[in-house]
DNA sequence: GTAGGGTTAG
């Protein structure tokens, strides 16, 4: 898509006057319709208001409708803002304003790029808002490189010394990570408010730099909630947990973000547990979480398999009527599906209004993860049907190991080369981890090997270990031998290599290697690893299992259970790969 | 009406 600067920014007359629109009369805010759209909540209730603006007139009026179209734009009617909008004759730029705002703070750059045209072909005079709008709208396409010719403009139309464009300028640099010049902006700023301070932290906090973000923090003489909250969310995005959690609790006045931004903090660094305890913090301290909150905190369920948690969060947001948003929804399917239910995760991907790809790629790999590859494979293709939404790396990463555990060989070729071919996604470790997995669980090794030597990146240890496994299935001795010599460079100390081939070699009888390889263990001092270990929550306690350990309570009746399972296994035509002598 | 917090990853 191009879109000609020319169209984008016309150039006004200058003859005509600059003049700032003189502030409407405050007697208004009194008026019923006002008050009543100040109060408003219910996006169902806007048109009864516009309604009763009609009868009225004030539906033509820039005082009414500018606040008509702020309410519109609060509860997220954004196209009926917009049909209100165009049936106005004549906005003065009060209301351009209130509908650039609107759509810039929904995402709608381009609409607001052709407002602004429409707005200068009526002669409208831009204020230093409408450009401040204009440059968040071009930060939203930073591709069209927008951003430099709107301040061109601004400049012209002397608005360039005014704080919010400054500020605005400070903000736009940062997000095209061009942190010097917002410094540079920054710097010759003649004043300075809280607000275009903490932009300049917010810039800090994007190129990572939270030494020279502290400074100006240490320096500022007045911070705000929004201040704190910047500095905690740098240091998280900077993965200092630490001095996140201690500005956190010297910071005097939490809000709703202030806990949130805490708590995704923990759940972005992995300490899921740390995030739930935060959100019971907030709890604790009367703050009530919103929709962000519950995405943040329902995701770190999902790490912990803390289905009863999460099953709590998802009825909550159901009470208050939270919106089921994108963010909520591919949260509570990912953790529905990763807590054992794929049940609940579908009925939640069904009940979503919208979709976006998150969406579906959480249900897709939860059909994968419980083994539905065929189901997973269709939820692909209606994806594809649905159209507007593009499948991504790991949206492919799914359906390749969908493909991988119900054995479509054919199927994850043809689906490997279409990413390539059709959608320009150059495969990454982990797409050569899930063909090497298919097609050495399919038998094809020699194809797998084939595959794993015309990688462009040095294949990984999942790589070998996903072809030593297949190697193991097939007894294919060859190939695996080529493997663990790999392995054993890139693992050294990881003694599951060496004993999968120490296992292999025995089933050949070959008991020379087998002692061979022992030797070099014991030579290399190979240990065995930390045991790998998983929770799952069971009537609100978490059971945490290791490997090789025996510290659950109920570590006997499990083991009992596991042994009956094998028997049983046996008796109906499975043989078991793994050997519970050495879990034990 | 300018600044801060969100989801998927064998």
């Known amino acids: 898509m191009t879109v000609k600067l020319r169209n984008v920014i016309p150039i006004f007359s200058s003859k005509q006057p600059l003049q700032t629109p003189k502030t409407v009369s405050p007697t208004y805010s009194n008026h019923p319709i006002i008050w009543k759209l100040k109060k408003c909540s219910a996006p169902q209730d806007l048109q009864s208001i516009h309604a009763s603006m009609i009868k009225t007139n004030s539906h033509q009026h820039p005082f009414f409708m500018n606040q008509f179209l702020t309410t519109c734009c609060r509860l997220h009617e954004i196209d009926y803002a917009f049909l209100t909008f165009t049936d106005v004759a004549d906005p003065n730029v009060f209301v351009y304003n209130a509908m650039l705002g609107g759509l810039v703070g929904h995402s709608q750059p381009i609409r607001a790029l052709r407002l602004y045209v429409d707005m200068s072909r009526s002669h409208v005079l831009p204020t230093g808002y409408t450009f401040s709008y204009l440059i968040k709208a071009c930060m939203q396409i930073p591709a069209l490189g927008l951003g430099e010719a709107v301040h061109g403009k601004i400049w012209r139309f002397g608005f360039s010394s005014q704080l919010i464009i400054q500020t605005g300028m400070v903000d736009f640099y940062s997000s095209l990570d061009k942190i010097e010049e917002s410094k540079r902006v920054f710097d010759e700023m003649s004043e300075r408010d809280v607000v275009s301070s903490t932009v300049m932290l917010l810039g800090y906090a994007r190129a990572g730099d939270m030494d020279s973000a502290r400074r100006l923090f240490e320096e500022m003489p007045q911070r705000s909630t929004v201040s704190w909250n910047t500095m905690i969310g ?184 279409s990413m390539i071919r059709d959608y320009s996604i150059s495969p990454e470790m982990e797409h050569y981890g899930c063909m090497v997995d298919l097609l050495g669980r399919a038998g ?119 042994f009956g399972l094998d028997g049983q296994l046996k008796l109906a035509g499975y043989s078991l790969e793994l050997d519970f002598n050495s879990l034990l």
């Open 234 to 417: 740098g240091y998280a995005r900077a993965r200092d947990v630490e001095s996140a959690a201690s500005l956190f609790d010297e910071m005097p006045n939490k809000d709703l973000v202030s806990w949130t931004t805490m708590i995704s903090c923990y759940s972005q660094n992995k300490h899921f547990k740390e995030a739930v305890e935060t959100f019971g913090g907030m709890k604790a301290a009367g703050v009530s979480p919103d929709e962000v909150t519950m995405a943040t905190v329902i995701s770190a369920c999902a790490h912990l398999g803390a289905l009863e948690l999460g099953r709590e969060l998802h009825q909550y947001a159901l009470l208050n009527g939270f919106d089921l948003d994108v963010y909520m929804g591919s949260a509570l399917i990912d953790m529905y599906a990763k807590s054992g239910s794929i049940e609940r995760a579908l009925v939640v991907f069904y009940k979503l209004a919208e979709k976006n790809l998150f969406c579906w790629n959480s249900v897709i790999e939860g059909l994968a993860i419980h083994g539905h590859g065929k189901e997973a494979l269709d939820m692909f293709h209606r994806m594809k049907k649905a159209g507007r939404i593009f499948p991504n790396r790991v949206t492919f990463v799914s359906v390749l190991s969908a493909c991988a555990h119900a054995g479509f060989v054919e199927e994850g070729r043809r689906m490997f080369a």
């Open 444 to 562: 094809l090794l020699q194809e797998a090997l084939d595959l794993v030597r015309s990688m462009v990146m040095e294949p990984n240890a999942v790589i070998w270990g996903a072809l030593l496994s297949g190697c193991k299935i097939y007894g294919n001795l060859e190939i695996a031998e080529a493997a663990v010599e790999k392995l054993m460079v890139l693992e050294p100390n990881n003694s599951a290599h060496y004993m999968l081939l120490v296992n292999m070699y025995a089933e050949a009888n070959r008991w020379g290697e087998v002692a061979i390889v022992r030797g070099m263990m014991k030579g290399r001092g190979v240990q065995k690893r930390g045991p790998g270990c998983s929770w799952i929550e069971m009537d609100g306690v978490v059971h945490e299992f290791a490997a090789s350990e025996m510290f659950h309570p109920s570590s006997n009746e499990i083991c009992l259970l596991l």
